[in-house]
Antibody, heavy 116, light 112 residues
Framework: EEQLVESGGGLTQPGGSLRLSCATFGFTFTTYDMTWVRQARGKGLEWVSGIRAGGESTFYTDSAKGRFTISRDNSKNILYLQMNSLRPEDSAVYYC?????????WGQGTLVTVSS | DVVMTQSPLSLPVTLGQPASISCRSSQGLVYDDGNTFLNWFQQRPGQSPRRLMYMVSKRDSGVPDRFSGSGSGTDFTLKISRVEAEDVGVYYCMQGTHFPFTFGPGTRVEIK
C-alpha cells in the first residue's frame, strides 16, 4: 500500500522560508506526477503546485508563482516544496498527493504557520 | 482560472435518505484528449481527503456503490443513494483539466 509522509512544516516569520518534503513508499514514484494541496484551518482545499513524473514540467497557482518551487528527487522517491517570502495567508496544512489530473493518495499533511 | 462552485454548501440529511451535491465549473472540463478530469473527494472530520470518484463517474476501489457521479460539460453531480453515518464530512469537487487546477468550496454533509 502506498504511503506519503510529509515533513518540514513549522513556525516561521513573514518573509521567511521553509522546505517541505514528502517521502513516498509502496509505489513506483518515478512513474507518477505529484501535487501539493493546502488547507487553511477551517477552510477548504487549495491546489498549490504540480510536477510531472520526470520533473520536466511544473505548475503553480497564481499565489505560489515566483515564491514556491516544486521539485523531486527520483533517486530518493521524495517530493519537495521550497517556499520563500512566506506570508501569513500561506499558513495551512500542506498535503502531498500522488497524481496530477486525477490525484488519488494523500499524505497526512504538515502544518505551516507564518506569524510574527 | 476555472472557478468551481458547489451547492448546497451545507446538506443536512436523514439516515437512509438520498443526497445530491451539485458542482459547476466556469469553463468546460473536456481536455484535448477527450477526457473530463472532474474528481470528487470526501474529507471526514480530522482526516486527510480521500478520493471517491474520478473522471466524473469512475468510482474508486473500496468506495461503496451508493456513491455515484454524473455530468458533463460544466455541470456535475455526486449522489449518495442512502446516506449512512460514516458519510458525514465535507465533499469537494476538483477539476484537473485547466491549469491551475481548482477545487470547489466544499459541501458539508451532516446527519439531521
Amino acid at each position: 500500500e502506498e504511503q506519503l509522509v510529509e515533513s518540514g512544516g513549522g513556525l516561521t516569520q513573514p518573509g521567511g522560508s521553509l522546505r517541505l518534503s514528502c517521502a513516498t513508499f509502496g509505489f513506483t514514484f518515478t512513474t507518477y506526477d505529484m501535487t501539493w494541496v493546502r488547507q487553511a484551518r477551517g477552510k477548504g482545499l487549495e491546489w498549490v503546485s504540480g510536477i510531472r513524473a520526470g520533473g520536466e514540467s511544473t505548475f503553480y497557482t497564481d499565489s505560489a508563482k515566483g515564491r514556491f518551487t516544486i521539485s523531486r528527487d527520483n533517486s530518493k522517491n521524495i517530493l519537495y516544496l521550497q517556499m520563500n517570502s512566506l506570508r501569513p495567508e500561506d499558513s495551512a496544512v500542506y498535503y502531498c498527493v500522488r497524481g496530477l489530473r486525477i490525484p488519488d493518495s494523500w499524505g497526512q499533511g504538515t502544518l505551516v504557520t507564518v506569524s510574527s | 482560472d476555472v472557478v468551481m462552485t458547489q451547492s448546497p454548501l451545507s446538506l443536512p440529511v436523514t439516515l437512509g435518505q438520498p443526497a445530491s451535491i451539485s458542482c459547476r465549473s466556469s469553463q468546460g472540463l473536456v481536455y484535448d484528449d477527450g477526457n473530463t478530469f472532474l474528481n470528487w473527494f470526501q474529507q471526514r472530520p480530522g482526516q486527510s481527503p480521500r478520493r471517491l470518484m474520478y473522471m466524473v463517474s469512475k468510482r474508486d476501489s473500496g468506495v461503496p456503490d451508493r456513491f455515484s457521479g454524473s455530468g458533463s460539460g460544466t455541470d456535475f453531480t455526486l449522489k449518495i443513494s442512502r446516506v449512512e453515518a460514516e458519510d458525514v464530512g465535507v465533499y469537494y469537487c476538483m477539476q484537473g483539466t485547466h491549469f491551475p487546477f481548482t477545487f470547489g468550496p466544499g459541501t458539508r454533509v451532516e446527519i439531521k
